[in-house]
């Protein structure tokens, strides 16, 4: 089994800055891709930005130049720095994980964390 703890959400101006936070634990030998996804009332969840395991990236269009995706292996932790934050930004926000383990490929979710944009 394996956790995903995320932090880092809370409330902030239009233009202002969050980094979230994602740290993996539990029973795998390694992690493939790592994400973020948000959904925000009434909407479907969305792919926020992806991290391969060798640091490839993608974003999606409505944040691409603002918001920014990197990993700590040795941390088994994934970010994600938002600057010039929208109010069309206010979702909760939750992270994703790929993991090898001993029964194969094991894609696990986060919690979620709020991020509230302001105008």
């Known amino acids: 089994q394996v956790q995903l703890v995320e932090s880092g959400g809370g409330l902030v101006q239009a233009g202002g800055s969050l980094r979230l936070s994602c740290a993996a634990s539990?029973?795998?030998?390694?992690?493939?891709?790592m994400g973020w996804y948000r959904q925000a009332p009434g909407k479907q969840r969305e792919l926020v930005a992806r991290?391969?395991?060798?640091?490839?990236?993608n974003y999606a269009v409505s944040v691409k130049d603002r918001f920014t995706i990197s990993r700590d292996n040795a941390k088994n932790t994934v970010y994600l720095q938002m600057n010039s934050l929208k109010p069309g930004d206010t979702a909760v926000y939750y992270c994703?994980?790929?993991?090898?383990?001993?029964?194969?490929?094991?894609?696990?979710w986060g919690q979620g964390t709020q991020v509230t944009v302001s105008s």
């Open positions: 994703t994980a790929e993991t090898v383990g001993g029964g194969g490929v094991l894609r696990s």
């Open positions: 539990g029973r795998f030998f390694s992690i493939l891709a």
């Open positions: 991290i391969g395991s060798g640091g490839s990236t």
